[in-house]
């Protein structure tokens, strides 16, 4: 597991949003990387916030593998970069 | 539904300001009063969105500082920058309403069913969290035994000073203060290291569970010196927030 840099959130910052997105608490599910295939726990990755929405990645290889963006009260949902997450 | 919460559901709730308390001078306590809130966990968090008038909204994540049972409480700090925690910490009064919704995260928390010894690492606020740990254990009469490692810039910034000085029964307590160290201060005066970890951590023998909340740096430090010294990063719980102090 790669450390994170200053400012760089983990998984635990982003509860409330997969809470709503999800209707359950995720940040004890385990999410698996789609491109290097390492798994952890939601809480356990990093997160990075610039303003325009979330963008989720591995701590691993740095593969994207969930973007959330919210506009006019709808939340966009991009799992693409997951194999898996239960 | 607007305004009502649905059990199992997220939804946004107005709570009441009840009192507000002075950490430090950069950090405030505030209790809050919301009717349909369910008892929380020790460790997680509160959403608090803000609107502006012209219809702008912030929200922040916030731990929780109370104990579950314990009226909903939270310890902000006050970020120069920030765009939420100056309203919280300089223009909230009591009687004022927020909107909050939660309580949420499942990871970072102790029950009593997790047992110990416990570690907790807490870099500047990042103790909020634990600190609703440490006071889950007393209200339940919890016997696990306890150390804290909290790392501060200096003596006038160690959040809930007092209740972390008063003696609990199997809870030690070590400061490091990083910036500024009082006259006559024996304690460590650096920010948490390996040396650091092998003079206070439970040896890994014990079976300790480890919890570390602070800024990303530290954070990062203390689990790799964790990890170093033989914890298994399964026993190592770890909460990240936006750069302050440690």
């Known amino acids: 597991m790669e450390p994170l840099e200053t400012g760089v959130l983990d998984g635990n910052a982003i509860g409330g949003l997969l809470l709503e997105v999800f209707g359950t608490e995720m940040t004890v599910a385990v999410g698996t990387c789609g491109s290097c295939g390492t798994a952890s726990q939601v809480a356990e990755l990093a997160v990075y916030q610039p303003g325009l929405g979330t963008v989720v990645r591995c701590r691993h290889c740095e593969s994207v593998l969930m973007v959330f963006v919210r506009a006019r009260g709808v939340t966009c949902v991009d799992l693409w970069g997951l194999a898996s997450l239960a | 539904m607007a305004g009502t919460a649905v059990r199992g559901r997220l939804t946004w709730q107005t709570a009441t300001v009840g009192s507000v308390v002075d950490e430090t001078p950069q950090v405030r306590t505030i209790s809050l009063s919301a009717p349909d809130w369910a008892d929380h966990r020790a460790g997680q968090h509160v959403d608090v969105r803000l609107t502006a008038e012209d219809g702008y ?42 909107e909050v919704r939660g309580p949420i995260g499942g990871y970072f928390v102790w029950d009593a069913a997790d047992g110990g010894p416990l570690l907790l690492l807490a870099g500047g606020s990042g103790i909020v969290p634990l600190r609703a740990m440490l006071r889950h254990r007393e209200r339940l009469g919890s016997t696990v035994p306890v150390r804290l490692l909290y790392s501060s810039r200096s003596w006038a910034d160690v959040i809930y000073r ?85």
């Open chain 2, 57 to 98: 909204q912030a929200e922040r994540a916030y731990s929780i500082a109370s104990a579950p049972g314990e009226p909903l409480s939270i310890t902000v700090e006050r970020l120069d920058d920030g765009e939420v925690s100056p309203y919280l910490t300089e223009e909230l009064r009591a009687g004022d309403e927020i």
């Open chain 2, 162 to 246: 007092d209740e972390l000085d008063r003696s609990m029964d199997g809870v030690a307590v070590v400061h490091t203060l990083t910036r500024q160290q009082p006259p006559g201060w024996t304690g460590y005066a650096r920010r948490v290291d390996q040396q650091m970890i092998a003079e206070v951590a439970w040896h890994v023998a014990d079976g300790p569970l480890a919890y570390a909340c602070g800024p990303t740096n530290f954070v990062e430090a203390v689990a790799s010196a964790l990890v170093a010294f033989g914890y298994p990063t399964r026993r190592i719980r770890t909460e990240r927030f936006g750069a302050t102090g440690q």
